[in-house]
């Protein structure tokens, strides 16, 4: 599983899905589900080049951890364009952001301290169906996995 970006197999998720609030790291508010205003057709950033200068910090900065690519490719060439399709594609790169962070810190903790357990809740998130996925039980099975990890 990729915890890395990469852009050039997502349709824009991170630019469509969440809200921008105007602030040091955005130049402008933002709607959730409401399209940057800097996002082109082809789901590049038209201003990519010049973000930090324009106001636009926090996308520096921001890694969806793969989550991006991992939910473009689940609903396999379609994209957010479609309104049948753009509710459940947030819904579901909502919950993937947070199944990657999981999976980062796992990462983390089996290259420090291998245990099977960590490698089975790994195993548990790469193979999850976003949609009936329990984050906040996944969230506690992890912190506690994580605690044991940084007692070792």
Request: overall charge negative; aromatic content about 8%; charged content about 30%.
């Amino acid at each position: 599983m990729e915890l890395r970006a990469d852009c050039s197999r997502c349709v824009g998720l991170c630019c469509v899905a969440p809200a921008f609030a105007r602030s040091a790291d955005f130049a402008v508010d933002k709607p959730a589900g409401t399209p940057c205003a800097h996002l082109r057709a082809d789901f590049r950033c038209a201003i990519h080049a010049d973000l930090r200068d324009r106001g636009f910090a926090g996308c520096t900065v921001f890694d969806c951890l793969g989550a991006g690519q991992r939910v473009t490719a689940a609903f396999a060439g379609r994209d957010w364009r479609t309104p049948a399709v753009a509710a459940p594609m947030f819904a579901a790169f909502a919950v993937a952001r947070q199944v990657h962070e999981l999976l980062w810190y796992v990462d983390e903790a089996r290259s420090r301290t291998p245990e099977p357990a960590l490698d089975a809740e790994w195993t548990r998130l790469v193979d999850a169906d976003l949609e009936a996925l329990d984050v906040v039980a996944a969230r506690e099975r992890v912190s506690e996995l994580l605690r044991r990890a940084s007692e070792r």
